[in-house]
């Protein structure tokens, strides 16, 4: 089964104006929480995807870091600006 993340909660947002980098934690509809780190240089760009260890991972099964969500950046990216959240 090929996995596609699909962004169910936006839950918190935080920006650190020296990193000049916006945070959000969501919610997958598997329940799996990732950070995503974005900057806006004008336009909106997904740098960085961190999985929260609150269930194991959906596609390696780890419980432990991985770098597997790394990998659907683009996705998350594409869906955060469908969203409208952004600030
Ligand atoms: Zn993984």
Do not use: H
């Amino acid at each position: 089964m090929t996995f596609k993340p699909v962004i169910q909660e936006i839950n918190s947002s935080d920006y650190n104006e020296d990193s000049g980098l916006y945070q959000f934690v969501v919610t997958l509809t598997n329940q799996a929480k990732c950070r995503l780190f974005f900057s806006k240089d004008p336009e909106w760009k997904i740098t960085a995807v961190n999985r929260l260890l609150n269930i194991p991972c959906p596609v390696c099964r780890k419980d432990y870091y991985c770098n597997c969500m790394s990998k659907y950046a683009a996705e998350f990216e594409q869906q955060m600006l469908e969203t409208n959240r952004l600030p």
